[in-house]
């Protein structure tokens, strides 16, 4: 079965890296200004991509999901409520494919996951426009629908963008795909090469977890002792048991309470004080020892001259230290 799409016809082309700045388009405040493209844009090339286009219906069956992942989750709400709205009123926009170049009877999923889901958890065919799309094209595609349509989070653009580059992508696409520009592809980078994927997908999408909370974690994570324990809690039952909307919350509570005591753990540790006046008060000394550090102080009148002193002399006394256990012991 096939029918038109009332869309108008449009070239592949207006889906570039190149198009002109618009207002930002993704955060609402602080460096978040800076984007080069806003929601309604990226909504709109998304549709023009479909202008013109012939909706077939295909086997949810015949298809294969992106290579590239853009998702941390997706059986939240919103995709419970999109499955009851096509099961009570049908599949009301298509998603769009292109040919798999293995395999003629199949095609690869350039956006509408979701929707291909459904139709197969309902048993029912899936609207698509089938086009021929390169690599680049395909995922600037896939990133600019995703934007529009299913309010990403920070984390989950991250993630995509990371894996844009790892399939081979260039930054130029990468920032193109998310309407981001060189600062915000640089703070997500710095989270996704610092925060580890275990956690990443322990922690869930995190739809209203910002940029600057998940820099405050990297922060954390920095640490090697707290990277550790993160890793290991993030893996617990008792942790993945937490609704996934107060993970990252709970993780970056637990993190912080334990770098709290531990910082005070390190603060009380174990130290010695002596001190030592001369007979004619114009000398004190205090010393401060802890394990392999120790701190000594002079004051008063002959602090000085006696610190001049005491460094001219540093060799011989320090030979005459390491003599000493010897002459003890009678060698």
Do not use: C
């Not at 023009?48 to 939240?76: H, N, T």
């Not at 309470?257 to 007979?279: F, H, L, M, Q």
Request: glycine letters at 6%; charged letters at 30%; a positive charge.
């Amino acid at each position: 079965m096939k029918r038109e799409n009332p869309f108008a016809k449009l070239d592949i082309a207006s889906i570039s890296t190149e198009m002109a700045p618009t207002k930002p388009g993704y955060g609402m405040t602080g460096a978040a200004k800076t984007v080069v493209r806003s929601i309604e844009d990226l909504a709109e090339n998304t549709k023009k991509l479909m202008e013109g286009e012939v909706i077939v219906e295909l086997d949810p069956r015949s298809l294969d999901v992106s290579s590239i992942a853009d998702r941390l989750s997706d059986d939240g709400e919103e995709y419970q409520a999109l499955k009851q709205a096509i099961k009570a009123s049908g599949q009301s926009s298509p998603i769009l494919v292109r040919p798999n170049s293995s395999d003629s009877q199949r095609y690869m999923v350039v956006f509408g996951h979701r929707r291909v889901k459904v139709a197969q958890e309902l048993g029912i065919p899936v609207k698509a426009v089938v086009k021929k799309l390169d690599d680049i094209a395909s995922a600037i595609a896939q990133g600019q629908e995703n934007s529009a349509r299913s309010n990403l989070s920070f984390i989950e653009r991250a993630y995509f963008a990371q894996n844009l580059l790892t399939s081979g992508m260039t930054k130029d696409v990468v920032r193109a795909s998310l309407a981001i520009d060189e600062a915000m592809l640089s703070k997500m980078l710095s989270v996704v090469e610092v925060v580890p994927i275990s956690i990443i997908k322990a922690v869930g999408a995190s739809k209203k977890i910002g940029r600057d909370k998940w820099l405050s974690l990297r922060q954390l994570l920095l640490v090697p002792a707290l990277l550790k324990v993160a890793t290991d809690y993030a893996g617990t039952a008792d942790f993945l048991a937490i609704g996934e909307e107060a993970r990252f919350d709970n993780l970056h509570d637990y993190l912080t309470r334990y770098k709290n005591r531990s910082d005070a753990k390190k603060s009380k540790g174990p130290t010695s004080a002596k001190s030592w006046t001369s007979n004619d008060s114009s000398l004190s000394f205090t010393m401060n020892a802890k394990h392999k550090k120790v701190a000594i102080e002079l004051s008063k009148a002959e602090a000085k001259p006696f610190s001049d002193w005491l460094s001219s002399r540093m060799d011989r006394l320090y030979d005459e230290y390491r003599r000493g256990p010897r002459e003890r012991n009678g060698d």
